[in-house]
């Protein structure tokens, strides 16, 4: 893995569980070391346990929320006293300017001999269409009011963003975002968004057909309305006879009802219960496909790992860079008909599976891996720090 010869401070809003392998990694790639700032989320976020940290440092901040939804704006306390502890030679933040602190933070950087600043962060998606439903923006006698709104929000996110001497993506997607919105494309990397090491062992060998018990199909993730199980559960139960034997691995404040109608309209749904690290691997190694038809998707790349086709309902872009033709389905999302097609197509092949599973590995042994995000980022920051020379 390449060395980064700087001292870097990362901050973020929060540092979910997923995270740390990577900050880890980042850190043992830095020579001066890395140190991680966040602070709590927002009451009832379902976020998971914070991170742990064995290299890297972390330090803890307060967040203050004040509006909601895409409207919520947060500030960090004890951001600034971070930056002068540990003062950094490359500052890398949340590209969000819903953030009020990463412009304190950027102005610190900047009066200490123009420090560079990298933003990380999903993209620029279209801001009127984030921020008004549609319904609001099909009225006429709104639509000035909305023009002049977009145009403001368009203009005060371009400037914020170019404020950085780099900026990485989480995708392609995000990526060709950030150069729509004005900034150079030469300063834009990305950096897939890694949540598992490279495999360092072949995946499972599978036989050629799904024997006589017929195909599993394997959901893992949080039991939330917005993982929609329920039409996972409906897309099985319209298959007929053909219908697979579907795991459900995860628990969460929807698993009561998603198992009632299971009871009624699939009851050959296996709800597994919560399972963690290790505890997980027998279940994608049993598997013949994995399936998130609602949004989410860290369990994904762990499926991929295993050598597993994956089919992943499209959300923030992200997924395009994991799920090809090649490898399996991207669906549009909230699509119940698209997902019960996909899901007969999928399972009345199963040397194809076999194919495309061995090319959901592929994929993240050579480019959707933890390492290959330090890469990426270490490559931003030989950018940055060149351009602010």
């Known amino acids: 893995m390449a060395t980064i010869p700087y001292r870097l401070g990362l901050q973020q809003r929060v540092f979910p569980a997923y995270r740390a392998a990577f900050f880890d990694a980042l850190a043992a790639a830095c020579v001066g070391g890395l140190s991680v700032f966040s602070g709590e989320p927002m009451s009832g976020e379902a976020l998971g346990k914070e991170g742990h940290l064995n290299i890297a440092q972390h330090v803890r901040g ?8 895409p409207l919520l704006t947060v ?3 004890g951001l600034i006293d971070w930056l002068e502890r540990w003062r950094p030679d490359v500052l890398i933040v949340e590209a969000n300017p819903r953030n009020a602190s990463v412009n304190r933070a950027v102005r610190w950087m900047r009066r200490r001999g123009g420090c560079p600043v990298i933003g990380w962060g999903l993209g620029a998606p279209p801001v009127i269409r984030s ?11 709104r639509q000035r009011l909305l023009d002049y709104l977009n145009r403001f929000l368009t203009l005060s996110r371009s400037r914020f963003l170019a404020q950085f001497d780099a900026l990485i993506a ?3 997607t995000g990526a060709n975002e950030y150069i729509a919105a004005g900034v150079p494309a030469e300063r834009v990397f990305v950096a897939p968004n890694a949540v598992t090491m490279r495999p360092t062992q072949p995946p499972p060998e599978r036989p050629p057909d799904f024997g006589d018990d017929g195909p599993v199909v394997l959901f893992v993730g949080r039991l939330q309305q917005r993982k929609r199980v329920d039409a996972l559960l409906r897309a099985c139960a319209a298959l007929g006879e053909q219908g697979p034997r579907l795991v459900i691995v995860g628990d969460g404040p929807a698993r009561a009802g998603f198992e009632a109608l299971a009871r009624e309209i699939y009851p050959r749904a296996v709800f597994a219960g919560p399972r963690h690290g ?6 994608f190694d049993s598997a013949d496909l994995f ?3 609602g949004t989410g998707g860290l369990a994904v790349q762990q499926a991929m790992s295993a050598g597993l086709p994956v089919m992943v309902a499209e959300a923030d872009g992200t997924q395009a860079d994991l799920v090809r033709p090649e490898n399996g389905w991207l669906l549009p999302p909230n699509d119940d008909e698209a997902l019960t097609r996909a899901l007969a197509e999928a399972l009345s092949d199963p040397a194809r599976l ?19 995000m330090v890469e990426v980022f270490g490559e931003a920051v030989a950018y940055a720090c060149a351009a602010c020379r």
Do not use: C, H, T
Not at 62 to 69: A, K, M, P, R
Not at 131 to 141: E, F, K, L, T, V
């Open 278 to 283: 290790p505890e997980l691997a027998p279940f």
């Open 131 to 141: 921020i008004i439903p549609d319904s609001a923006r099909r009225s006429g006698g």
């Open 75 to 77: 500030w960090q306390q």
């Open 354 to 372: 076999r194919r495309m599973g061995r090319e959901s590995y592929n994929i993240v042994v050579n480019e959707v891996n933890v390492e290959r």
């Open 62 to 69: 307060q967040n203050g929320y004040i509006g909601w939804g």
């Open 170 to 172: 989480y995708s392609r």
């Open 291 to 293: 399936v998130l038809p």
